[in-house]
């Protein structure tokens, strides 16, 4: 991968002109920004990580959330930060290459340096449980053209989301009428369980929790895959349509700023997979049957790549910008 000049110019911001050889890195700890709020699949997958790559490291993981942006704004900033090594987030791709893609920011997602992934969730409808009499993608698609709802909620302007509920309306006739945005999963799932908005576009890691504490009920996945929490849940697949897995399957990478030392992304990739193989993760993924698991530096280089083909591969970019 090209990294740019960031990496060979020696300005004092790496390890190495601080005194941080590979052997004794980390000496402080670890900033690791989310880009999505609290209460999303992303966050909670990093906060379950977060102990095994403490333990692994010695050293604390101080996790931030910069929500804004359908991920944008915190890994702008992510793109920024100093190439010490000491600074790290997750993306999710493909949401957060189709954000890169519609913004047309300045930066590259693809010079990001990968440190590893660390599972996947995939995109489902939850609905608020005051209308229990919505059991599957028929009854909430017979919903909104009988006007009973017009709002549909989801995970940001620009978000991966965001293509999937027009791409609902357009090729699975599902007439909404306005779409409700909001900073990741999190503020998303609260909307619907406050009946703010009756559904909404969250993963199924959020979809799962809202599932389990009643408030809101998972109704049917735009994926294909199907999903060990609820292995009966009605899929898109079931229906006429185009495959929706490019936009609705997510992987979480861990990132680095773009130039970072091999010496220090090879120590923070060891760290990642000691989380993901902690017995504190695996006994959360295997109670919540959610789909965790290490990919090394190389994968997960090629799943950033892919990302970005599958996207242009499926849907105009350039129409799409305009309609959103």
Request: charged share 25%.
């Amino acid at each position: 991968m090209v990294a740019g000049l960031a990496g060979c110019i020696d300005d004092g911001s790496n390890g190495a002109a601080n005194g941080d050889d590979a052997e004794e890195f980390p000496t402080q700890p670890i900033n690791k920004l989310i880009p999505w709020s609290e209460g999303g699949g992303t966050d909670v997958f990093s906060r379950q990580t977060q102990g095994g790559m403490e333990e692994f490291l010695d050293e604390t993981v101080q996790i931030e959330n910069v929500a804004g942006a359908s991920s944008l704004t915190g890994l702008s900033e992510l793109y920024d930060q100093p190439t010490d090594g000491y600074h790290m987030g997750t993306a999710t791709p493909p949401s957060s290459t189709l954000a890169w893609l519609l913004d047309e920011p300045e930066w590259d997602v693809t010079e990001f340096e990968p440190i590893g992934a660390i599972g996947s969730f995939y995109y489902t409808f939850i609905v608020n449980s005051e209308y229990d009499h919505i059991e599957d993608f028929e009854d909430l698609r017979n919903a909104y053209n009988d006007g009973e709802f017009t709002q549909v909620g989801y995970q940001g302007i620009g978000d991966a989301s965001d293509i999937i509920v027009e791409l609902l309306r357009d090729e699975y006739d599902f007439g909404w009428e306005d779409k409700v945005p909001y900073d990741g999963g999190g503020p998303t799932r609260e909307a619907v369980d406050s009946n703010e908005v009756p559904a909404g576009v969250v993963t199924n890691t959020t979809g799962q929790g809202a599932d389990e504490d009643g408030d809101s009920h998972l109704v049917f996945s735009v994926s294909s895959e199907e999903l060990p929490y609820d292995e009966d849940l009605d899929t898109i697949a079931n229906y006429d349509g185009p495959n929706m897995d490019f936009i609705a399957n997510f992987t979480l990478l861990e990132v680095a700023p773009p130039g970072t030392p091999e010496e220090y992304l090879d120590v923070l990739s060891e760290a990642v997979e000691a989380g993901v193989t902690s017995d504190e993760a695996q006994e959360w993924a295997e109670d919540t049957a959610n789909d965790l698991y290490y990919l090394d530096r190389e994968e997960s280089q090629d799943v950033l790549e892919d990302a970005v083909a599958g996207i242009e591969d499926n849907i105009d970019v350039d129409a799409y910008r305009e309609q959103i």
